[in-house]
């Protein structure tokens, strides 16, 4: 009975490691740029893959005119631009993304005005159109980007790989409080730092070492697990912070590529980085509410009194294997897109 909750709950953390995903997953963009009286910039950026690209389409009013001629790949992304003239301007009227309905991609939109206010907005396949709005709300942009935030961390497995593999290092709560309070200090950090433009790195380089570091704590867990307990055994809120600012530079990333909206940047920042941490707690509080349910089903003197970490102990070395090889496979396709 035991090995089979061990099993079960070993295939459940399992499910969140598909190797297509990691910091690989990004929405789609529309900016909406004013020029003039009537007359409008428009840059569409649908995400691809290699020469396939989603079969997404921009559908302006019928007030509009003007179209693509031609668009390119790069960045993961199918890039088009044009200029186009909607009689009587956008304001109130809808913009919809044919196609959304039947992916599991969103669109972050931005509108920007002759002023340098914006609008933004995030279109999901159950809400695939906006009205352009006469005033933009402050409330809308932090809407916004804490949604984008929440999203991509719940995306990007190799980032919850990194913090379920602290967890298994962690003995109490205490420390565990500790080490999630490095991790948000540091990628805090260096979100702010990338975003803004004040460090940059090539991105490419970022991924393989963030997956690398995936790779890392697999091994020191089991490291402990023989009894030989390294840095991040010892020490987990100094990896941690060391790591989360490695791993701020892969969220920028994902950042620049939908951009920041340029009156409205430190909310929009604040509230993505906000985003991202309701995400890592919201994981967090289901790992830990997994262990718990497990130790339960296995209820015995022993793990009555160590609660979950007694679990932890007992399930630790598969999941380490999980972690590591998951990663390994991602270091290898990283370092091999740099030659692609």
Not at 18 to 24: F, G, N, R, V
Not at 32 to 37: S, Y
Not at 173 to 180: H, N
Not at 247 to 272: N, S, T
Request: net charge positive; proline share 5%.
């Amino acid at each position: 009975m035991m090995r089979r909750l061990l099993l079960a709950f070993t295939l459940c953390l399992g499910l969140i490691a598909p190797t297509a995903w990691a910091h690989e997953v990004r929405p789609g963009y529309l900016e909406v740029r004013e020029l003039g009286a009537d007359r409008y910039a428009f840059v569409w950026k649908v995400p691809a893959k290699g020469e396939y690209r989603l079969g997404l389409h921009v559908r302006l009013p019928a007030e509009c005119t003007g179209a693509p001629d031609t668009g390119s790949f790069a960045g993961g992304a199918f890039i088009e631009r044009w200029t186009g003239t909607c009689r009587g301007g956008l304001t109130g009227r809808r913009i919809d993304v044919d196609g959304l309905s039947a992916t599991m991609t969103d669109v972050l939109v931005r509108v920007e005005r002759l002023d340098g206010t914006t609008q933004t907005a995030r279109l999901t396949p159950d809400t695939t159109w906006f009205e352009v709005a006469a005033v933009p709300g402050r409330f809308d942009v932090a809407k916004t980007y804490f949604m984008l935030g929440v999203e991509h961390i719940l995306l990007g497995i190799d980032h919850l790989l990194f913090v379920l593999g602290l967890l298994f290092l962690v003995r109490s709560w205490r420390r565990l409080v500790a080490t999630v309070t490095a991790i948000t200090v540091a990628h805090s950090i260096t979100l702010a730092a990338a975003t803004l433009g004040l460090v940059r790195l090539p991105q490419a380089p970022i991924e393989a070492v963030i997956a690398l570091s995936v790779m890392f704590v697999a091994a020191e867990i089991l490291r402990g697990a023989q009894g030989k307990p390294g840095l991040a055994a010892r020490a987990p809120w100094v990896v941690a912070f060391v790591f989360g600012l490695l791993h701020g530079f892969g969220f920028a990333g994902a950042l620049r590529e939908v951009g920041l909206p340029q009156v409205d940047v430190p909310l929009a920042l604040l509230f993505f980085n906000v985003g991202v941490e309701a995400g890592q707690l919201v994981f967090i509080a289901a790992v830990m509410g997994l262990l718990s349910l497990v130790t339960r089903l296995m209820r015995t003197p022993e793990t009555a009194e160590h609660g979950p970490w007694r679990t932890e102990a007992l399930v630790r070395t598969p999941v380490a294997y999980l972690i590591g090889g998951t990663a390994a496979f991602w270091v290898v396709q990283r370092v091999a897109a740099f030659w692609a």
